[in-house]
């Protein structure tokens, strides 16, 4: 169940996002905290290695978990695989991985585990509003890939590459779901109407063969057919 959060300053109960964060940098971990808190999030809880954040995970339910892939002891992907366990254990709760590196061949199976989740350079978080913004479209559900990892992965692409069939603009179009853009955004970044873009988009889907079945993340399934055209 849930914590309460209990009552604010002027006595009613508050909505805010409840986040942990986790990252073994503490002054990059304290400065996420500070930039969270002042977006109107509520930092729960800060860890600075895999097993720590589990425990804080199990304590306070956060909505969203903001983690390194890299932490301790070895710096590897102790970081990833506290994930996967979030993930498995909490299908609900947003994840967002961040890395110093592009780290495609460990991520793409958490970013195809379903909605709410998210992968980001740190280099990223420099930029206020868009750090703040990929927060809020993971917490809402989005699935959100770096705009690095997105190209690197175009560029990756195999000769029985799935996406063939896609026209240059439904590929640019795709991208940008993949970075988790509404079809407003997606309108915006283009300079196109929000119609052209649900005409791309449901072009796509046919595309890909992905009928509406009534059960399954039609978008998100196109977003892991575009990650694994590697």
Do not use: C
């Amino acid at each position: 169940m849930r914590p309460d959060p209990g009552p604010t300053e002027d006595g009613a109960a508050t909505n805010r996002r409840r986040v942990v964060v986790a990252d073994d940098d503490v002054l990059l971990r304290e400065g996420i905290t500070s930039l969270l808190k002042r977006s109107g999030f509520d930092v729960v809880g800060q860890a600075g290695d895999g097993a720590q954040l589990l425990d804080l995970v199990q304590e306070h339910l956060p909505d969203l978990v903001i983690l390194d892939i890299r932490m301790p002891p070895t710096q590897r992907t102790e970081g990833l695989a506290a994930a996967r366990t979030i993930r498995k254990r909490y299908p609900q709760m947003g994840v967002l991985l961040l890395s110093a590196h592009i780290e495609a061949e460990h991520t793409l199976e958490l970013l195809a585990s379903g909605r709410g989740v998210g992968y980001l350079l740190k280099s990223r978080v420099v930029d206020v509003d868009e750090f703040i913004d990929t927060v809020e479209r993971i917490a809402k559900g989005r699935v959100v890939v770096d705009p690095v990892l997105v190209q690197d992965l175009l560029r990756a692409s195999r000769k029985d590459d799935p996406l063939a069939v896609l026209s240059a603009r439904e590929r640019e179009v795709l991208a940008l779901v993949a970075e988790g853009r509404s079809n407003a955004g997606i309108a915006r970044q283009l300079w196109v109407t929000e119609g052209t873009v649900e005409k791309h988009v449901q072009h796509i889907l046919t595309k890909l063969r992905l009928p509406d079945s009534g059960d399954d993340h039609r978008r998100v399934l196109a977003v892991i057919t575009f990650l694994e055209a590697r």
